[in-house]
């Protein structure tokens, strides 16, 4: 009996893999009521229109979605291979919430998903968003700004940082559609759009074919808000415009790497403040420096759609108050430089971009430029380089950043004082794998850097200063700092010091294409060598899957609360400003 009942199970199991179609949206989607989305069908086989059947809660689809689907024959992939036929309808809308119950069936294949299209309360309850992500935002993070920003005595805190005074309200689940890692595009997406999706993919369901920018779409909040409000929307990033984060509030495709196209997405949809760096994506190919393969000229394109340009800190500052013109801000090629490099130590790209403004600075003008909307606005600031500075494991980069980016909560809070009728969001998008677990002290005895690891009792507490009150650390290189380890990363030397002379690059390729472990620092009195415990294509540490915390303040953040899927914090943003009043 027993094997039998093995036989059948495992029989089962085979033909249900082989046969079952893919349905986008995926089950157990969230889909605010009115937002427009592509419905995807995708069957393993050939099969013939006549024997596809499509019912929603038992009705023929056509009779509840109005219209009819392409159906498409044969479906190719790489090199001509036919992957099966498919059903596109795109454009979707659903006016009534409820359970959706989608049935499909074709030959011996068949799919059931559920949906849940959901309404929003009739009247919004806040006037503005901001919401703060810092990128790759871990606890460790937290915990370093604030030792190094504030110190600490007898095991007490010495001050408080802006977004410790902010409620942690939830946890948020990062995974994604088909992993439980993930990136920044589908991380930022799944907050933007409501849906979650693959790593690299944006504002779409990541589907079979190998185009990048055919693949279903669904509503970002950008778009959302141009169909159901007259608020402005503003994107502010450290990173290019074009990166993961900023690009979530315009962008449809399934590779982030489409940077070129994505900033046409950027011009579709026009937010009101764009700032950041990127602007090599912005002029044609024989532009030197350009990144397009294209002859598009983006910065006269937004100057004919009424925009005004920025390229550094003064001409910001002089822009942001001027007028009621859209402002874009383009303040580097690439990614801006870290506040470490452009504030303190002059390195990285700053010899040649001397005038960067940082987060503060951006997320004041954008303020001051969306709050004239008296309709007001959703404002995404973006602190990417806590990220960009974690994945090379330079800490002290990363944690820098992270004051800059609590300086920039900071700003936030001011404003929300002022205009209660404003939601703060601080988060992170995905967290990385990183601990601070205690101290180097040079002045412990002997030469190996690493018995002057202080750990438990002996870690005592670090001895930076802010002598003038900056809220950053006068030095990062003093005597006593924080020993802060990844969990994970390429093969390396740890040097137990900051990395004066510009971003640490752990690892550096080899002729066999693998990354080791980058020699340049293998002389640093005391290094010691770390093996990695990652494949060797990996040049820097990755992601973490764990948890993020997401702490939020003003009209809406009730909303907020326990476990959530970072999919349905949009709901909460969508219910603050009341974007899917059903229709009647
Ligand atoms: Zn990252």
């Keep these: 009996m027993r094997q039998l009942l093995l036989a059948l199970a495992s029989a089962t199991m085979l033909a249900g893999a082989a046969q079952a179609a893919t349905v986008y949206p995926l089950d157990r989607a969230t889909i605010l009521v009115g937002s427009p989305f592509d419905f995807k069908v995708e069957f393993d086989a050939v099969v013939k229109p006549e ?12 009779a509840v979605f109005g219209r009819k689907a392409e159906f498409v024959a044969e479906e190719k992939g790489e090199e001509d291979k036919v992957l099966g036929s498919a059903l596109i309808l795109r454009d979707l809308t659903i006016a009534a919430a409820g359970e959706y119950k989608i049935e499909v069936s074709a030959g011996s294949e068949a799919k059931s998903v559920a949906w849940d299209v959901y309404e929003t309360i009739a009247q919004p309850k806040a006037k503005n968003i901001i919401f703060m992500i810092a990128d790759g935002l871990s606890v460790a993070h937290r915990t370093g700004a604030r030792i190094m920003s504030k110190g600490m005595t007898e095991g007490k805190a010495n001050g408080r940082l802006a977004m410790d005074d902010i409620p942690p309200v939830a946890f948020i689940g990062t995974s994604s559609t ?55 929307v503003g994107i502010v990033t450290t990173a290019e415009v074009e990166d993961a984060t900023p690009a979530a509030l315009v962008s449809h495709t399934r590779k982030r790497a489409d940077k070129a196209e994505i900033v046409g997405m950027m011009l579709d949809v026009k937010p009101d403040v764009l700032f950041g760096g990127g602007s090599a994506y912005f002029l044609g190919k024989d532009v030197p420096g350009s990144k397009r393969k294209d ?50 130590l002059k390195k990285g790209t700053v010899d040649k971009f001397p005038n960067q403004p940082g987060l503060v600075d951006m997320t004041k003008a954008a303020l001051d430029k969306l709050s004239k909307n008296p309709e007001g606005f959703f404002l995404m600031v973006e602190a990417a380089s806590v990220d960009k500075m974690s994945h090379p494991l330079d800490w002290d980069r990363a944690l820098v950043e992270t004051i800059e980016f609590d300086k920039a909560v900071a700003v936030a809070r001011e404003f929300a004082d002022k205009n209660p009728d404003t939601l703060i969001v601080v988060t992170g998008d995905h967290t990385h794998g990183v601990s601070i677990i205690g101290t180097v002290d040079d002045e412990k005895p002997g030469t190996e850097m690493r018995e002057k690891v202080g750990t438990y009792d002996n870690a005592g507490f670090p001895n930076y200063e802010d002598k003038d009150g900056d809220g950053y650390p006068d030095r990062v290189d003093v005597s006593r700092r924080l020993f802060i380890a990844a969990n994970n990363g390429p093969d390396h030397y740890e040097t137990f010091r900051p990395k004066l002379d510009g971003p640490f690059v752990p690892a550096v390729q080899n002729e066999a294409k693998e990354y080791i472990a980058n020699e340049a620092y293998k002389d640093v009195p005391g290094a010691v060598f770390v093996q990695g415990n990652i494949p060797k294509d990996e040049d820097s540490g990755v992601h973490a899957v764990d948890d993020i915390v997401l702490q939020a303040a003003g009209p809406g953040s009730e909303g907020f609360r326990g476990y959530m899927e970072q999919s349905d914090v949009y709901r909460v943003l969508a219910d603050t400003f009341a974007l899917g009043t059903a229709k009647d």
């Design 178 to 232: 088909h992993s439980i890692a993930t990136d920044s595009a589908n991380t930022a997406s799944a907050y933007m759009t409501g849906h979650k999706s693959r790593v690299n993919a944006l504002g779409v369901y990541a589907d079979r074919t190998p185009d990048s920018l055919d693949d279903p779409k669904v509503e970002t909040i950008a778009e959302a808000l141009r169909r159901t409000t007259k608020k402005s």
């Design 51 to 62: 024997d596809v059947k499509v019912t929603v809660n038992g009705q023929d689809y056509e």
């Design 295 to 344: 002859d598009k000229d983006y910065i006269a394109e937004f100057k004919n759609a009424g925009y005004a340009l920025a390229i550094d800190k003064t001409e910001l500052a002089a822009a942001a108050g001027a007028n009621d013109e859209k402002l874009l801000g383009l303040f580097h090629t690439g990614n801006m430089d870290v506040t470490l490099d452009r504030e303190f």
